[in-house]
C-alpha cells in the first residue's frame, strides 16, 4: 500500500463560506447592509413575535434585507419577504457566550417582540432565541440565514 499525504484541516482566508445567489434581483447600493436568506421551523419565530402559530405552518422562508444609512452606515430599517414585515434594526453586543458579539435587534423599538441575528461573519447570520442563545435545527431545518448575491 502507498503512503496517503494527509493532513488536517487550517483555518486560512479560502475556507470561507460561499454566497447563495438568486435568480430574483436584489436590492442595491450604499443603503444595503445585505440580503439574507434562509428556512427554518416557523413556531419559535411566531411565538416570539407574539403571533398565533398556524398548525400547517412547518417551515419559513426569509427573505431579508438590512438597510442602512448611506453616510454613517447606522443600521436604519429591514424588510422581510418584500414587504410581509419591515421595522427597524439596532446593533447590540453579547450573548451569553460572548459578551462581544455583534447581534442584530430586528424590531429594537419593541423588545418584547424582537427577533435576534447573530453575526458569525459577513455572510452568515444565526437566529437566537430571546435569551440570545443559539437556536437549534434539526437534518432538515436550521436557524441560519446566508448572504445572496445577484
Known sequence: ?????????????????????SRTPLAEGPTVVGTFEGRFPCAEIYRDWK?????????????????QDPAT????????????REGTWAIVRGTKTDPNAVVYQLDSDKPEVSIYLLKGDD??????????NFRVGNDYLSYTLNRVVN
Not at 1 to 21: D, F, H, I, L, W
Not at 123 to 132: A, H, I, K, T, W
Open 51 to 67: 403571533m398565533p402559530v398556524r398548525p400547517e405552518c412547518v417551515k419559513l422562508k426569509w427573505g431579508l434585507t438590512l438597510f
Open 1 to 21: 500500500m502507498g503512503t496517503a499525504n494527509v493532513c488536517a484541516q487550517e483555518a486560512r482566508a479560502t475556507n470561507t463560506p460561499s454566497k447563495t445567489y
Open 73 to 84: 452606515h447606522q443600521p436604519t430599517t429591514y424588510r422581510l419577504n418584500r414587504n410581509t
Open 123 to 132: 455572510n452568515v447570520l444565526f437566529v437566537l432565541d430571546q435569551e440570545r
